[in-house]
T-cell receptor
């Protein structure tokens, strides 16, 4: 069974500080990992995917297969980054997208 | 405008009264899915559909039904709602089955069952 764990329900940082949202996964095959974001009163939207190795809004995430992790990082947090962040794993063989429980990030001024 | 729409956006109902939440997408997407979002539990998949007339159970299908008679629509049916189905429901769609990770979400339907 595929599983995604986000150990922090809440994360609070000050503006300009680095931020790291943790994500660990369990999957027997070769995973595809993603981060989704939900800003207040808005829909969930795809933030980034490990396969493209892109940086979106200053966020990056590296897939570490040895540690089965896909942590989301940003060197300097901004107030507009305050949102709920979900890590998700795509199980290619069953076409399912499994989400973690989410981390609510608050960036204080 | 390309989008996923859900109706109603808010619904308060009583135990046992059948209801349907509609979901429609105008992007010709193959894959559609329903999730429920609960505090502390994140998003959990209820049902998904890989194409017309092809549906399958997600992680929490009990108490729900779906149908996919047309590509654009994927209604969620609660035959006999119970209070534990009080939740925020999201419909989502993806361009192809092979790209189900790129899901486009609807605005959500907040359901309260008393």
């Amino acid at each position: 069974a595929q599983r995604v764990t986000q150990p922090e329900k809440l994360l609070s940082v000050f503006k300009g500080a680095p931020v790291e949202l943790k994500c660990n996964y369990s999957y027997s095959g070769s995973p595809e990992l993603f981060w989704y974001v939900q800003y207040s009163r808005q829909r969930l939207q795809l933030l980034l995917r490990h396969i493209s190795r892109e940086s979106i809004k200053g966020f990056t995430a590296d897939l570490n297969k040895g540690e089965t992790s896909f942590h989301l990082k940003k060197p300097f947090a901004q107030e507009e980054d305050s949102a709920m962040y979900y890590c998700a794993l795509f199980g290619g063989s069953n076409y399912k997208l499994t989400f973690g429980k989410g981390t609510l990030l608050t960036v204080n001024p | 405008e390309a989008q996923v729409t859900q109706n109603p956006r808010y619904l308060i109902t009583v135990t046992g009264k059948k209801l349907t939440v509609t979901c429609s997408q105008n992007m010709n997407h193959e894959y559609m899915s329903w999730y429920r979002q609960d505090p502390g539990l994140g998003l959990r998949q209820i049902y998904y559909s890989m194409n017309v007339e092809v549906t399958d159970k997600g992680d929490v299908p009990e108490g729900y039904k779906v149908s996919r008679k047309e590509k654009r629509n994927f209604p969620l049916i609660l035959e006999s709602p119970s209070p534990n189905q009080t939740s925020l429901y999201f419909c989502a769609s993806s361009p192809t089955v092979g790209q189900t990770y790129e899901q486009y979400f609807g605005p959500g339907t907040r359901l309260t069952v008393t």
